[in-house]
């Protein structure tokens, strides 16, 4: 078997005597190891503390090469700023404002031309007071805004440490004590401190891990939109409808689970990277370890969002929904049914004895149809354009063919009328939902004449019907190849945003 993990990702932690001693025994990068090991991907990540006491920005500077860039890190956390301003005060020397923007600047484009990902984060405290009497906060905020500042400037990832431990202090802090709430001496942190500076960094470099798996390289010129995993949770988060606690990052799929669906031969192709040049030709991609590793965790996300699912009511894969892909083989711009795996995954541990596939996508499910024709326990329903690939269609359940340049009337109402009707015969007592975004009027490929609003809809639709009926559902995103990639990023943000309504 030619599998592996991918090269491990490593992550420099760039900084002063707090990461330093973050290093250490009980340090914040000792605990983000920790979470890796509860977490189970501690092969995924290597961790580097490149701390030394008294440092200032520029003393980074001076030191990036040897300690950071000959290290080749894919990602690195840059936490400097409080020698900056307390050494103004107890050293004369300190940095003048001015320089540390000036030196900042410098050290981020120095990382980013090596390739890094650069993870910000502003200064945390000197003194814990909580009514702004601690001697330096009023440069501790000039400085945190700075940081802030080029972070929004840039579209750098910004871990906000300063407002995090003025928040936990508001909080745990009554008698307005100056240390011990998050720090051992005002400054250098206590096992809490250590804990929420890990937490928070974590949480950055698990969302920059996440964007670079979910967006698969490919030829600039291929047709599809491989940049809207990375535009979806960005704008989700951007706006504020989500919060990085509300994603998580599944890890690769269970090779028994996938066989559980697929067949074995199939699954050793991807793996082993032999499938024919015409096999890849159907799929619509070239193959790659990256690729099928990609698609064992869009599986193992779809599962993973079931669980949720039972918990929440609802969960969302910014990924998945790809149901051309049969038993025996992918086609389609699909490899692994992410969908049927997940669907036979419950039945095999019994979470679910009847489940309905609710395929809006504006391409039949036909690999979805065709794994499930001879299982009573999932329930088919593919609503599509008639006239649309893929060309030969598969019986599911119950098909709904639409004529080219169906609008939203229509569409919504065949919807209603059916979906209605399944849910009190069918009576599942779990759901998915694939939420294609390809049934817009501007899409390439779609033929059908369905507005954003009429899309956003039929989100609200189903959601709304599974609430009320009470089913769990996974939702899946499904196609979209509108040209503006823009339409499609709204169409699917639409579809988080709408479950967030209907489920809040
Ligand atoms: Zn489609």
């Known amino acids: 078997m030619s599998w592996k993990h991918d090269r491990r990702k490593k992550v420099v932690f760039f900084g002063d005597s707090i990461t330093q001693q973050g290093a250490g025994p009980g340090g ?12 189970g991907i501690e092969d995924k990540y290597q961790l580097i503390g490149a701390g030394v006491s008294g440092n200032k920005v520029y003393d980074l500077y001076l030191r990036m090469e040897e300690d950071v860039l000959s290290k080749s890190p894919d990602i690195v956390v ?99 004590n100056e240390k011990g709430i998050l720090t051992v001496d005002r400054v250098h942190l206590n096992p809490q401190g250590n804990i929420l500076v890990a937490d928070q960094m974590w949480n950055a470099i698990r969302q920059i891990a996440y964007n670079d798996l979910f967006a698969h390289p490919l030829p600039e010129t291929h047709r599809f939109p491989m940049l809207k995993y990375e535009l979806i949770p960005e704008q989700l988060l951007y706006e504020g409808s989500i919060g990085i606690e509300n994603i998580f990052s ?9 066989t559980g669906t697929h067949s ?52 969302l894969n910014v990924a998945g929904g790809t149901h051309h892909a049969f ?30 596939i609710i395929d809006l996508d504006v391409h039949q499910g036909n690999g979805t149809a065709k794994i499930f024709g001879e299982e009573p326990r999932v329930y088919t329903f593919s609503m599509h354009g008639s006239h ?48 294609g975004v390809d049934i817009l009027a501007t899409d390439k ?13 039929r989100d609200e639709m189903v959601f709304s019907l599974l609430q009320q ?33 209907v489920y809040a």
Not at 269 to 275: H, N, R, S
Request: glycine fraction near 8%; proline fraction near 4%.
């Open 78 to 176: 840059i936490y400097v700023g409080i020698n900056d301003v307390w050494h103004k005060q107890t050293s004369g020397t300190g940095t003048d404002y001015d320089k540390y923007g000036k030196f900042y600047t410098a050290m981020v484009k120095k990382l980013q031309a090596i390739g890094a990902k650069v993870i910000v984060c502003t200064p945390s405290v000197i003194g814990e007071r909580t009514d702004n009497s601690n001697a330096q906060d009023g440069d501790l905020n000039l400085y945190s805004k700075w940081i802030r500042d080029f972070a929004a400037t840039n579209n750098l990832p910004l871990v906000d440490l300063r407002k995090a431990f003025i928040e936990y202090n508001l909080q745990h802090n009554p008698l307005n």
């Open 388 to 435: 649309n690939y893929p060309f030969h269609k598969e019986q599911s359940d119950l098909d709904i063919g639409l004529e080219d340049g169906t609008g939203d009337a229509v569409y919504l109402s065949l919807l209603h009328q059916h979906l209605t009707g399944l849910l009190q015969t069918v009576k599942p007592d779990f759901a998915f939902f694939l939420s």
């Open 264 to 315: 074995r031969a199939y699954l050793d192709k991807l793996l082993d990277q032999t499938l024919t040049a015409s096999e890849q030709r159907r799929i619509g991609f070239p193959q790659s370890p990256q690729l099928t590793q990609r698609e064992l965790m869009i599986a193992q996300g779809t599962i993973d969002c079931c669980t949720y699912a039972m918990e929440y009511g609802v969960a």
């Open 327 to 356: 038993a025996d083989r992918g086609e389609g711009f699909c490899l692994l049914n992410d969908m049927a795996i997940a669907a036979n995954d419950l039945l095999h541990n019994k979470a679910a004895g009847k489940i309905l």
């Open 28 to 39: 914040y990068i000792t605990k983000i190891d920790s979470i890796l090991k509860h977490e």
């Open 469 to 501: 009926y009470n089913i769990p559902v996974t939702v899946a995103m499904g196609g979209g190849y509108s040209p503006d990639i823009r339409t499609i990023v709204e169409a699917h943000c639409n579809t988080f945003r709408t479950a967030i309504k």
């Open 445 to 457: 490929f779609g033929k059908l004449g369905v507005t954003m609003e009429g899309c956003r809809q």
């Open 250 to 258: 599944p890890l690769p799929c269970n090779q028994e689970i996938i």
